[in-house]
């Protein structure tokens, strides 16, 4: 059973560009969420993505976008790149039940993104 | 303010001693809470969660986490840590909304990053 596996795992780019992160949710999983985990910090949550649209968002410029698709793989885009925008980037997946709150969330591994 | 607050920023530990976690939390209901740990290279893996009921909750690899809320806080144990134990841990929360209903997202703390001395 394949967890929660991210695409690519490093990633080197240069102020001003664009780029594409890829997650791919836990196998029975249909919500996703990504995170930010800035060096030396915890995580921080940047959006979720549940039935292809965006529940809850947190306190993230709309540089930051997303989208999932109907294999609930999800995409995470960020645009104009900033120095400060280099962190390890986490996708989360978790079951959608009615008690969403005590849904699980699994953690991939991160895509370590680098802006110079 | 609202808060997850981990005090220890690295703490070490000889191999076989016990271990203790601090995490407080600053919200007006109690949250979910939940402790994660974070090796190196390596994802997020969930050790334990509180929604309710029996304060002292077990986890895996042997961890245990007691909630208390005269003192807002959720601190990680272990009675014999392992040199595998050497990993980075954060504290989290699901803030409940004032509603009754909950938010989508985890709060974290900002992580102790725990040695183990052989």
């Known amino acids: 059973d394949a967890g929660v596996t991210q695409s690519p795992t490093h990633l080197i780019k240069t102020r001003g560009q664009q780029v594409t992160l890829r997650c791919s949710p836990k196998?029975?999983?249909?919500?996703v969420s990504w995170y930010q985990q800035a060096l030396g910090q915890g995580p921080q949550f940047i959006f979720q993505?549940?039935?292809?649209?965006?529940?809850q968002r947190g306190n993230f410029p709309d540089r930051f976008s997303g989208h999932q698709f109907p294999n609930y793989s999800s995409e995470l885009n960020v645009n104009a790149l900033l120095l400060g925008d280099s962190a390890l980037y986490l996708c989360?997946?978790?079951?959608?039940?009615?008690?969403?709150?005590?849904?699980?969330?699994?953690f991939g591994a991160g895509t370590r993104l680098s802006v110079l | 303010a609202q808060s997850v607050t981990q005090p220890d920023i690295h703490i070490t530990v000889s191999e076989g001693a016990s271990l203790e976690l601090r995490c407080n939390y600053s919200?007006?209901?109690?949250?979910?809470l939940f402790w994660y740990v974070q090796s190196p290279g390596q994802g997020l893996q969930l050790l334990l969660k509180?929604?309710?009921?029996?304060?002292l909750v077990q986890g895996i690899k042997g961890f245990e986490a007691e909630f208390k809320r005269s003192q807002s806080s959720f601190n990680l144990r272990k009675p014999s840590v392992h040199w595998s134990d050497a990993a980075e841990y954060f504290c989290?929360?699901?803030?409940?909304?004032?509603?009754?209903?909950?938010?989508?997202?985890?709060?974290f703390g900002t992580g102790t990053l725990l040695a183990v001395q052989p």
């Open positions: 989360a997946s978790s079951l959608f039940t009615g008690g969403i709150a005590k849904n699980i969330q699994y």
């Open positions: 196998s029975g999983h249909d919500t």
């Open positions: 993505y549940y039935e292809e649209e965006e529940r």
């Open positions: 919200y007006g209901a109690t949250p979910y």
């Open positions: 509180y929604f309710s009921g029996d304060t």
């Open positions: 989290a929360v699901v803030p409940l909304m004032n509603y009754g209903g909950a938010t989508n997202k985890l709060i």
